[in-house]
Nanobody
């Protein structure tokens, strides 16, 4: 069982930036491709971004493309989501997820974190 621990959420004004971090407890991050998802109140959870095991592949939801950047540092066992030009519509609980595949594009996610709240005020 992999426990994913997210951090970095908080309250920020529109136009501001935040960086989320996620690390697996007791496991090596390089074993997994990683993703970020979010769930706003009253809405279903939606995909935000994903990165392959090596970091060579990334892809994004259209709603965040050009504003968010997913990256990973396997030496630090951490994956990041850098969020810029934040909008009130980005307000949600953000979840980190891991899957036992190489590719950022393929495969279902096997493990999920507990989530971290991001609130963007107008």
């Amino acid at each position: 069982q992999v426990q994913l621990v997210e951090s970095g959420g908080g309250l920020v004004q529109a136009g501001g930036s935040l960086r989320l971090s996620c690390s697996p407890s007791g496991r090596t991050l390089s074993t997994y491709a990683m993703g970020w998802f979010r769930q706003a109140p009253g809405k279903e959870r939606e995909f935000v971004a994903a990165i392959s095991r090596s970091g060579g592949e990334t892809y994004y939801a259209d709603s965040v493309k050009g504003r968010f950047t997913i990256s990973r540092d396997n030496a630090k066992n951490t994956v990041y989501l850098q969020m810029s030009s934040l909008k009130p519509d980005d307000t949600a609980v953000y979840y980190c997820a891991a899957k036992r595949t190489y590719s950022a594009y393929e495969g279902a996610y096997d493990y999920w974190g507990q989530g971290t709240q991001v609130t963007v005020s107008s």
